[in-house]
């Protein structure tokens, strides 16, 4: 047994930070078993409280270890419908693994790594058991994590379901905004493919409050709606130059390359400036995500602007080195004061401030302060802003009686996920801000139960 996690094998970083193939390449089976006889199958498992939707850590293991690989995938599904996303990329650091007793005195033990080899074996699954149409209607508005997983649990349960979404295709963020090179689209068509063959309804290009509103979903015969429509839309930096040509939302750029293919123009129709000099603004997984982008794009300095320092930055461990290896360079205690414009007209360079930490907010991170006039300019033919986003405002649009907060974010119950509106459930993003993918299935789950115990009695 190794006494440390079995290190996960990766595509080489100087040939990856070229193509967009994932870069952990998963466990084989030995690795796999070696790495599940790490547990020590604490009586009291602390990894099981660190994970928000209580998977059945230690009992998944066991059975990993015995090689029934169809026991433990099921195990895991009794309480997650995603493992094959979720080993991929829940930040399990802060959450299962982070808990992990291993993890005191040496590594935790790879929990996410174990989900994903078996979420990873289609051949695991089983025809779900599905109960007896019921009559009932639901419409699932959005096909994130949360209405997906939403829709998944209804349709098992003998619901009628039909999701709406915006876009052509289904999986919400784990398609249009985490790339490739960390969860594979086909991974979520899996997901999506599997949820068809249930018999769950995809009507795509369907936004909601434009082509119908709730109260006309409810004429057109649906009993409940799910609102899981996430929290996509930009913020500003609010800042002289930040409409000028490349200069970027990361939402924006991250969709243009995975969903539109952009880095396949002129084969799709998708344009997108393939910057040789790129700064992305933020320190969270998006703004990883855009500058390990811009390098697979051929940036020669893909640079990532924090205005805090490497220890703050609110990114995933592993996706800070996995960039940095891959030739991202970091540039801490910075915050972006004007884009300049070149003679093109287009961004030639962005204007910062330089800062310094002081005392700490309210987070309990120290804060930045500016140091009065250190001021440099850093050439750049492409600008990435990634510092966050707020609700969608189509959750307004939808309508019904659903309250909103004063953000725009859609009220719920916490535990059963339903909203001022008795008819009208929400989950996800859209009622928590942005968060993680765990937690958006979890909402999908719990609202799930609530809507057939309210609609069945059940
Ligand atoms: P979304 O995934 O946002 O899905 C909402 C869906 O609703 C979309 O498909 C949208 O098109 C659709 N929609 C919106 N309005 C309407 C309408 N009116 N009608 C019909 N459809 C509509 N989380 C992690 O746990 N780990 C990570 O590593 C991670 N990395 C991330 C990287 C990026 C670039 C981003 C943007 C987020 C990341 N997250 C990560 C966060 C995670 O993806 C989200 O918390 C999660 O996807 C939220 O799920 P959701 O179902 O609530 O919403
Ligand atoms: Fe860990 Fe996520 Fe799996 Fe929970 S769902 S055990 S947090 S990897």
């Given at each position: 047994m190794s006494p440390k996690k079995n290190p996960i094998p990766e595509q080489d970083p100087n040939v990856r930070n070229k193509n967009f193939e994932e870069v952990a390449l998963g466990y084989t089976v030995e690795m796999a078993v070696d790495e599940a006889n790490r547990c020590l199958n604490c009586p009291r498992p602390a990894c099981m409280s660190g994970c928000p939707v209580n998977v059945k850590i230690p009992q998944f293991i066991a059975r990993v270890r015995e090689q029934d690989f169809k026991g433990a995938y099921h195990k895991?599904?009794?309480?997650?419908?995603?493992?094959?996303?979720?080993?991929?990329?829940?930040?399990?650091?802060?959450?299962?693994?982070?808990?992990?007793?291993?993890?005191?005195?040496s590594e935790p033990v790879a929990i996410g790594q174990l989900e994903r080899f078996l979420g990873d074996r289609p051949e695991l699954a089983s025809t779900p058991k599905m109960a007896p149409?019921?009559?009932?209607?639901?419409?699932?508005?959005?096909?994130?994590?949360?209405?997906?997983t939403c829709a998944g649990e209804l349709a098992r349960n003998g619901f009628d379901v039909t999701v709406f979404e915006?876009?052509?295709?289904?999986?919400?963020?784990?398609?249009?905004?985490?790339?490739?090179?960390?969860?594979?689209?086909?991974?979520?068509?899996?997901?999506?493919?599997?949820?068809?063959?249930?018999?769950?309804?995809?009507?795509?290009?369907?936004?909601?409050g434009n082509m119908a509103t709730a109260e006309e979903l409810f004429e057109q015969g649906f009993d409940a709606i799910y609102v899981a429509t996430g929290a996509g839309l930009p913020k500003f930096l609010n800042v002289p130059g930040e409409n000028l040509p490349n200069v970027f939302f990361a939402n924006e750029y991250l969709t243009r390359v995975n969903l539109m293919k952009a880095n396949k123009f002129p084969e799709y129709d998708t344009p997108t400036k393939h910057g040789k000099n790129v700064?992305?603004?933020g320190g969270g997984n998006v703004a990883m995500d855009?500058?390990?982008?811009?390098?697979?794009?051929?940036?020669?300095?893909?640079?990532?602007?924090?205005?805090r320092t490497e220890d703050e930055m609110p990114?995933?461990?592993?996706?800070?080195?996995?960039?940095?290896?891959?030739?991202?360079?970091?540039?801490?205690?910075?915050?972006?004061?004007?884009?300049?414009?070149?003679?093109?007209?287009?961004?030639?360079a962005v204007k910062v401030q330089k800062m310094e930490l002081g005392e700490p907010d309210e987070s309990g991170r120290r804060r930045p302060v500016?140091?009065?006039?250190?001021?440099?300019?850093i050439p750049c033919d492409v600008a990435i802003s990634a510092i966050g986003t707020n609700a969608n405002p189509f959750a307004k649009k939808i309508g019904g009686k659903m309250e909103l907060n004063k953000w725009g974010y859609i009220v719920a119950d916490e535990e059963t996920g339903q909203t001022t509106d008795?008819?009208?459930?929400?989950?996800?993003?859209?009622?928590?801000?942005?968060?993680?993918v765990i937690l958006a299935m979890g909402a999908g789950k719990k609202a799930a139960a609530s809507i057939t115990k309210s609609l069945l009695g059940e």
């Open positions: 895991i599904l009794e309480d997650s419908s995603l493992p094959a996303i979720c080993g991929r990329v829940c930040p399990q650091e802060n959450q299962c693994e982070g808990k992990c007793i291993r993890g005191k005195k149409k019921n009559g009932k209607k639901v419409a699932v508005v959005g096909s994130g994590p949360s209405g997906i915006a876009f052509f295709t289904g999986g919400g963020v784990l398609v249009y905004g985490i790339p490739e090179f960390r969860l594979p689209k086909a991974v979520v068509k899996r997901e999506i493919d599997g949820l068809e063959d249930m018999g769950v309804k995809f009507e795509y290009n369907s936004v909601v700064v992305v603004f855009a500058v390990r982008t811009a390098k697979r794009l051929g940036a020669e300095h893909a640079i990532i602007a924090y205005r990114c995933r461990r592993a996706e800070l080195h996995h960039a940095k290896a891959e030739g991202v360079e970091v540039l801490p205690l910075v915050s972006p004061l004007e884009f300049v414009a070149g003679e093109d007209g287009s961004v030639c500016p140091i009065e006039g250190a001021i440099e300019e008795p008819r009208i459930w929400a989950g996800g993003d859209i009622v928590t801000g942005a968060a993680t």
